[in-house]
């Protein structure tokens, strides 16, 4: 029953084609506002998120002692200091993957060959290397006793203090080709002591590694240990404080939930998977908002398509009498209008869906050959580096499609409901006297 009564619905749309063109253009505008709006959205989310560096970075969570005031302006009395009971207290948390304690060199100058630097230098326990995220471009991705893993821009700031005089002027030395040593000074005496110590590069790490970029990764016990040597004191291994601890978290998505429970615990969370949660807040934000704007021009269409089903029920009021006269009933007549309007929806949509697509293309062509094109110079009028768009500008995923052919579906529905109950409820006598 229900297919004779789609295959009427249909011919009743194919006697008036220019209405039917007309009504499903107003939601082919609509339809196609919302998948725009809300891919590009999605496009500049990906570009903003494929600028945060490598994947494992954005699980990656920087603890620090929290020295910020509390919110009324006073300063705590005691700051939590970053012990073994704090990495053990950061283990329990939901959602941690590993926790990985960091001790900074107390000072230090780059020696390679005639050229001097400055670098940070961590001490990282070897057996954590595994969960660091780490990736090596040159060597292996292992550390013993003396040995470093360089970062990728660990020499980029060295200079020849014999031939740049007052003028400082960055040279960039490549420390996994050239041998280079550490030079310490003891102040501990009326008479500095200098210390030389080599070191041997284990690997290069992979660029865009987030912290580890620019410095240099070492044992933790060897960085312990030349710390002893520049403060002329023994290291206290009950009372020992670390310098930063590292969480990396199971997943991005809890990544937040975990800087949330290391802040309840007194300490200072950062990093950048905790920045780009943030980051896709606001494009959540911001694809409501662009949804909305486009979701007016659905409800636009909704009126048209109302409009033209207000029409039609007057045009065939003689007919409806006529379909109930030989027993039709309300339930079939609503039947028929309500199909009637799903399919103006649903051919709007259908269309709407087809011109976002060739609107993607055409708009991703167009930014990508002005971000080639040498006379322009790259996006002009987008903060955006054009090889961080790899899907480019607008991206439609499949379930944006479908949820907008959805949508323009059912405003036809929900635009044709009170014309349909309109016919439905016409009185037969009354519907044959209409001319």
Known sequence: MFYELAMLAINN???????LLMTSGGVLVGTTAVIILIALTIGLQESAESGFGSSAALTEIQVYPNYAPNPDGSFPET?????????????????????????????????????TGYTQILGVDPTLLPYMGLQVTKGQLTLERGQALI?????????NPKTSGDTYQPVQVDL??????????????????????????????????SMYDYALIVPLEDVIRLNEWITGQEIDTKNFRYDQIVVRATDREVTLDVSTAIRELGYSAGGMGDFLNQINSFFGTMRLMLGGVGGVALLVAAFGVANTMTMAILERTKEIGLMKAIGASDRDILTVFLIE???VGLAGGLAGVGLSMLLRDAINQAVMNSAIDPAAGGIMFLPINP??????????????SLFALTL????????????????????????????
């Open 387 to 400: 090889g961080q768009m790899g899907s480019g500008l607008i991206i439609i995923p499949p379930e944006l």
């Open 79 to 115: 700051v939590p200091e970053l012990t073994a009971e704090t990495v053990r207290q950061l283990w329990q948390i939901p959602g941690v993957a590993a926790v990985i304690p960091m001790v900074n060199l107390q000072g230090g100058e780059m020696l390679a060959g005639e050229y």
């Open 176 to 209: 996994f080709e050239t041998p280079f040593k550490v030079k310490l000074y003891q102040y501990t005496s009326a008479t500095p002591t200098e210390r030389r110590v080599d070191i041997t590069p284990a690997g290069l790490l992979q660029e865009g590694t």
């Open 13 to 19: 749309l194919g006697r008036a084609r220019a209405r």
């Open 341 to 343: 309007a799903g399919l």
């Open 408 to 435: 323009a579906t059912l405003v036809g529905l929900g635009a044709g409901l009170y014309p349909s109950l309109r016919a439905a409820r016409l009185p037969p006598v009354i519907a044959l006297k209409m001319e």
């Open 151 to 159: 970062g990728a821009h660990a020499g980029d700031y060295f200079n």
